[in-house]
């Protein structure tokens, strides 16, 4: 079983390309600070019509849900999303489970 952490985001309009940027990037980061993340891809959005306005997704893997809860908890994770919430207008969170 893997568990699909999807999160999309998107930015206030005054939120520079700086600090876009270093919102993936911080995301990107997270892979070597918490241990429970099995994998992560991360990429700005391809122009999609009915894609709601959403600029930047990030997927995370874990191998089970017991792992996503330790991802949630952990500090590093807690301090991402202090770090990003001036830059964000709204974030959309998904979870999905693959056999």
Known sequence: MTIHHIILYRFKPEATQVQRQSVEDSARSLASQIPAIQGIVAGKTVYNPIGHGFDIG??????????????????AHIDYQAF?????????IFDIETA
């Not at 990030?58 to 500090?75: M, P, T, W």
């Not at 919430?85 to 974030?91: A, F, G, R, W």
């Open 58 to 75: 990030v997927i995370f893997l874990f191998e089970s849900a017991v792992k996503l809860d330790e991802y949630r908890l952990h500090k």
């Open 84 to 92: 990003t919430s001036p830059y964000l207008e709204d974030k959309l």
